[in-house]
């Protein structure tokens, strides 16, 4: 990998763009036209120190008047990777309209299963698409592609690019695909070869650093919103009745925050940035039955990553999925079983019901804000990887759609327990700020 500065957020280019665009459009966005985020500075201390007499700012996405690539001879693919998200096929068909319709390029492939689609040991058929492909993907849920976690060869998966003489790699994935996508660059580079490699940012938790918002959050809130009000009826359906909802969230609670602010018939929130005690006068379980002695029933959300220090005390090495992501303990079930065992001790009946909706939130279909959303992701994709972009992606930051270098990019935005968004789900909720002794 190569070194870089930091906080360096010059975009990489593959050379001259000499060609003219095909499209007709009223205006063209310059490359010396930036977007400054000096305000961005008040909530991100390093980057202020880092900052010097001139203020940061980005370059600003949409369609170049000169591009680098000969659209008739231009070759693209796209690939998707890791967990599914609401308006991956979105994403894909606004890639392929764009490409086609707009630039007439004609020569579009799709890699299948992620990056093993790359690797030829894996034997995976690579898939031609067109607009008569993509015309309806948008209404179901899932990826055209299919997807795959783990990591694969760098030097292989571009020996594949350039034997397949692709010009343009689509990457639409999280964390771990955005830098295999920066390896990917990087290797090229060193080979000197024009491919531009362009990622479209994926993950359903919106915990990434500079990206305003990301696909698939808008409707993750829409569906987690339909199980808590599910799991509010069956705890008022009974006597002293818990809903118990388990979603998306390893290690931000943005999904569990933004849902229980969108439904305000929560009553606990529990996410991973806020540590909380079981037992003890001040612990959870004391303030759940202060609940439900005075309310008779309560409603419970936890994002899946709060509270893993309880499953299984002392135990410091954390096991990893494929991806690199922590493989994480069921704290919805774990939850289940304590608060029934509590309540059991106490003498005290109480009707728990669990609901847990990730995997049907994950495949769903976007909604219209979501689809908005993956349908400017992908057209400013492909004005970036024309005009011979590379080692980027694309995403909203401040209202403005921006090209920002995959390096500067990483899942470590985190709900933070002393700003506003906190302190309105402890307002909303009722619960205590700090469920600790």
């Not at 759940?288 to 959300?301: C, M, Q, T």
Request: charged share 25%.
């Amino acid at each position: 990998m190569m070194n870089h500065p930091p906080y360096d957020f010059t975009i990489q280019s593959l050379g001259e763009c000499a060609t003219d665009s095909p499209l007709n459009v009223s205006f063209f966005t310059s490359d010396r036209k930036r977007v400054l985020f000096d305000h961005f500075l008040h909530d991100h201390d390093d980057l202020r120190k880092e900052q010097d007499t001139a203020p940061l700012s980005v370059e600003l996405a949409g369609p170049r008047d000169k591009i680098f690539f000969e659209p008739i001879q231009a070759k693209a693919a796209i690939v998707t990777c890791g967990g599914l998200c609401p308006g991956i096929n979105d994403v894909i068909r606004a890639i392929v309209m764009e490409l086609y319709h707009r630039y007439e390029v004609r020569n579009i492939i799709g890699i299948r299963y992620g990056f093993r689609g790359l690797i030829p040991r894996f034997g995976y058929e690579l898939m031609e698409l067109h607009p008569d492909t993509v015309e309806n993907i948008h209404g179901v849920g899932g990826s055209l592609l299919s997807s795959s976690r783990g990591r694969q060869d760098i030097v292989e998966m571009v020996n594949a690019l350039k034997r397949m003489n692709i010009d343009i790699l689509f990457c639409i994935g999280g964390d771990g695909t955005m830098r295999a996508a920066e390896a990917l660059t990087d290797e090229t580079t060193r080979r000197r070869l024009n491919i531009s490699v362009i990622g479209i940012p994926k993950t359903i938790d919106n915990d990434l650093t500079l990206i305003q918002k990301t696909f698939g959050y808008d409707t993750a809130i829409s569906e987690a919103v339909n199980a808590i009000r599910c799991a509010h009826v069956e705890a008022k359906g009974a006597p002293m009745g818990i809903g118990l909802v388990k979603i998306m969230g390893r290690q931000s609670g943005q999904i569990a925050a933004g849902s229980a602010l969108a439904q305000n018939d929560v009553n606990f929130v529990l996410v991973p940035e806020v540590p909380f005690d079981l037992e003890g006068e001040k612990g959870f379980l004391a303030a759940l039955e202060k609940r439900l002695r005075h309310r008779h029933h309560a409603v419970i959300l936890v994002a899946e990553g709060a509270g893993q220090e309880h499953i299984e005390p002392g135990k410091n090495a954390v096991d990893t999925d494929a991806s690199g992501n922590p493989r994480l303990k069921d704290i919805g079930f774990f939850l289940k079983t304590r608060i029934e065992e509590h309540f059991s001790r106490l003498n005290i009946e109480v009707n728990l019901k669990y609901i847990d909706p990730s995997y049907m939130i994950r495949s769903v279909t976007a909604n219209a804000s979501d689809s908005i959303y993956c349908s400017a992701l992908g057209q400013y994709a492909v004005h970036a990887g024309m005009a011979g972009k590379t080692g980027m992606l694309v995403g909203l930051m401040q209202d403005e759609y921006v090209h920002l270098p995959l390096k500067m990019v990483s899942s470590k935005a985190r709900l933070d327990p002393q700003g506003t968004i906190w302190m309105r789900v402890l307002e909303s909720t009722g619960q205590p700020p700090i469920l600790k002794n």
